[in-house]
Each structure stands twice: as C-alpha cells, then as structure tokens.
C-alpha cells in the first residue's frame, strides 16, 4: 500500500493559498513550546493562527503550567511574520484519566497514545467550529515518536464530523524536527523528557534507572 506523503499534501495547501494570496485563520493544537518552534514558523507565513494549549494528558499540573508558561514566552520572543494569538484550556487531568482507562501499561505509541489524540484533535476541532476557524491541525507530528498517518486519518475523520478543513501534516519532514531542536536550543525553551502523561513519566524514569 502506497503511503500518503503528508507534508506533501500541507505544502501544495499552502502553495495554493499562497497563489490566492489568502491568509485563513487556523487553530493550530499545541503540545509543548519546542514542537511548535518549526511548526509556527512554517505557518504564520501563510496563516492568521492561533495556538490551541489543551493538554488534558499532562501530568502533574505543575508540568502542565510550566510548558503553557514556556509558549507564552516563545510566542513573544519567536520573530514570525505575524505574532499568534494563545488560547489555554483549563486543566482538566479526568478526560484524559476517562479515556486512558484500562490502557495503563500499553507502550508509547500504542493504543493509549491513539486515544490521546484523538482527545486532543477532538477538542481542536469542536474549538475551530464553534469560534469559526477555517482549519485546524496540530503539532503533534513534528516529534518523531508520533504517528502521523494515526494523526492524519483521526484529523481527516473530525474535519468530516465537525465541518472543518483539517490541514494534513508530518512537521518532522523536511528537517522540521531538527529546526525544532535548534530553535529549542537558541531560545533556551525548557524540553520535557517525557511525552506528558504519569506513564509516560514512569517509562521515562524506569529507562533512566537502567
Ligand atoms: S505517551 Fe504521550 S501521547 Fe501517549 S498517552 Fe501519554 S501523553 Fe498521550
């Protein structure tokens, strides 16, 4: 089976905004201020966007506010061609608690973290639509550990469901997740050693130990 080249897709999108000169609005879900370094400066270019913090997988709070605390600062020191605007969620641990559920032990990138996304992507989505977005996608996909084609397909699938453009993906082509390291580097941004929730932290850790 042919694999969909991703970033592929996103660039003939931009290419042909670009040709329409048109800038549509995108909430852009964020994870964490280093994956969005590559990923914003690819898309302010083209995109009136707005950073989407909801991370109801992150653990402990502190955690949690310390990387919403580290866009911020990214959003207002990252020279870009137009400053996004940042909308945080509340912190809400249960939803991600609810789904992860009987998918405790399950490794990094298995069944729990497809549920992860799916959360996240959800809630970008019914966001978009209810403040009149015209598209939305995440930055999930510049880390090498995430999967974009289960990103893609879940994306694709909401845009269906809620009625919104879903701008396909793979940030971590083109060097993307090294120009997000590099950007990490030079504005000193704080890089979490785990993905974000307790089992992911407790996998961290365990390897750490050895
Ligand atoms: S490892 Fe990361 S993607 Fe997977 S469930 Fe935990 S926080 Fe979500």
Redesign the pocket.
């Known amino acids: 089976m042919n694999r969909i080249r991703y970033d592929e897709l996103m660039r003939e999108d931009i290419a042909r905004l670009k040709e329409q000169g048109r800038r549509p609005r995108l909430l852009l879900h964020v994870c964490c201020a280093p994956c969005s370094t590559a990923c914003l400066e690819l898309l302010t270019d083209v995109f009136d966007v707005t950073c989407f913090y909801c991370n109801p997988?992150?653990s402990p709070q502190e955690e949690y506010e310390r990387r919403l605390q580290e866009l911020d600062r990214l959003l207002k020191e990252l020279p870009l061609r137009a400053r996004p605007d940042l909308l945080p969620c509340a912190y809400e641990p249960e939803r991600f608690e609810a789904i992860?559920l009987g998918l405790e032990a399950e490794p990094?990138g298995g069944a729990?973290?497809e549920k992860?996304?799916r959360l996240r992507l959800e809630e970008t989505a019914r966001a978009a639509k209810a403040h009149g977005y015209d598209y939305f996608t995440t930055t999930l996909s510049v880390s090498p550990y995430k999967n974009a084609e289960k990103l893609n397909t879940i994306g694709a699938a909401l845009a269906e469901t809620w009625g919104v453009r879903y701008l396909f993906s793979d940030f971590k082509k083109r060097d993307g997740y090294l120009r997000s390291i590099r950007l990490s580097a030079e504005y000193g941004l704080y890089r979490q050693d785990y993905?974000?929730?307790v089992?992911?932290k407790a996998q961290a850790e365990a390897r750490q130990a050895l």
């Open positions: 997988n992150i992860a990094e729990r973290c992860c996304y993905c974000g929730c089992y992911s």
